[in-house]
Nanobody
Framework: QVQLVESGGGSVQAGGSLRLSCSAS????????MGWFRQAPGKEREGVAD????????YYADSVKGRFTISQDKAKNTVYLQMNSLKPEDTAMYYC???????????????????WGQGTQVTVSS
């Protein structure tokens, strides 16, 4: 089974940047979809971005488009989320997730992702 471990969260001022990492171990399926989700206290979990492991095709929520970039290093079994121009409303626990099949990409639907990391906290202050 795939194990996912996030890192890179922290506290930054509005306008700052953070880079989150998600290290995957275990069974790797080349066609899988990798995604980032976030959840603030009292709010529903929302999709942020995803990437097809095989093709590298990316997809973003409108709220982060132009500010966040998802990428992957297949040799390291690692997915990244570069977050620039951070806003206080970006404050949330950020989760890495994996789906076994790449056709689940471009949906940002949490229900189709079967593997989840423990989360890493991102706090943006004004």
């Amino acid at each position: 089974q795939v194990q996912l471990v996030e890192s890179g969260g922290g506290s930054v001022q509005a306008g700052g940047s953070l880079r989150l990492s998600c290290s995957a171990s275990g069974i790797i399926i080349d066609s899988k979809c990798m995604g980032w989700f976030r959840q603030a206290p009292g709010k529903e979990r929302e999709g942020v971005a995803d990437i097809s492991w095989s093709s590298g095709s990316t997809y973003y929520a409108d709220s982060v488009k132009g500010r966040f970039t998802i990428s992957q290093d297949k040799a390291k079994n690692t997915v990244y989320l570069q977050m620039n121009s951070l806003k206080p409303e970006d404050t949330a626990m950020y989760y890495c997730a994996a789906a076994e099949l790449s056709w689940y990409c471009r949906t940002l639907r949490a229900g189709v992702f079967g593997y989840w990391g423990q989360g890493t906290q991102v706090t943006v202050s004004s």
